[in-house]
Antibody, heavy 119, light 112 residues
């Protein structure tokens, strides 16, 4: 079974750093793009960026370029989303999802990681 | 970026009645390979999104056949033939043709 399992919920203060993870299993991790999606409280879905773990090729949404870093460690089939200095406005649910090129789609999705940034 | 516009944004439906959601894109979603990468996702309350439909009309395994997708070019529709209680949630269209992929605003389906 193809699965993406994300790290647990985080509570942080403004200015702190954070790295959340997304571990893939049941497929060849290096052969599929992994994307990150933000969902702010009560809002819709926004693409943040994608990474190809095979060669770490990464593309960012202009809205998130410079605000986050996406990376991957193919030796442990894990993708990451990282902040160097969190803001209260980063409070959101973050999902990872596997891109399936032949379908031009994403499936499956991880269970989500809730990030709360509050002083 | 390709803008995806859904309507309506809220859809109260009587159990057993049909429902229809429209999704329009600001440019054609036909890719250079001839495929149209338009997807539909369901997000039930408190859950991750789940794909229902890919490439306009292909239903995912395990998705009830009361869900169907149609359309072409820039105009797409998701139909539920008879709404059931488990269909409550928010439905999103998403284009996978042009990077940056983009979602519609979401349509909230609720029971009247």
């Amino acid at each position: 079974e193809v699965q993406l399992v994300q790290s647990g919920a985080e509570v942080k203060k403004p200015g702190e750093s954070l790295k959340i993870s997304c571990k893939g299993s049941g497929y060849s991790f290096t052969s599929y793009w992994i994307g990150w999606v933000r969902q702010m409280p009560g809002k819709g879905l926004e693409w943040m960026g994608i990474i190809y773990p095979g060669d770490s090729d990464t593309r960012y949404s202009p809205s998130f370029q410079g605000q986050v870093t996406i990376s991957a460690d193919k030796s442990i089939s894990t993708a990451y989303l990282q902040w160097s200095s969190l803001k209260a406005s980063d409070t959101a649910m973050y999902y990872c999802a596997r891109h399936v090129a032949v379908a031009g789609s994403v499936d499956p999705w991880g269970q989500g990681t809730l990030v709360t940034v509050s002083s | 970026d390709v803008v995806m516009t859904q309507s309506p944004l809220s859809l109260p439906v009587t159990l057993g009645q049909p429902a229809s959601i429209s999704c329009r894109s600001s440019q054609s979603l036909v890719y250079s390979d001839g495929n149209t990468y338009l997807n539909w996702f369901q997000q039930r309350p408190g859950q991750s999104p789940r794909r229902l439909i890919y490439k306009v009309s292909n239903r995912d395994s395990g998705v009830p056949d009361r869900f169907s997708g149609s359309g072409s070019g820039t105009d797409f529709t998701l139909k539920i033939s008879r709404v059931e209680a488990e269909d409550v949630g928010v439905y999103y269209c998403m284009q996978g043709t042009h990077w940056l992929w983009t979602f519609g605003q979401g349509t909230k389906v609720e029971i009247k």
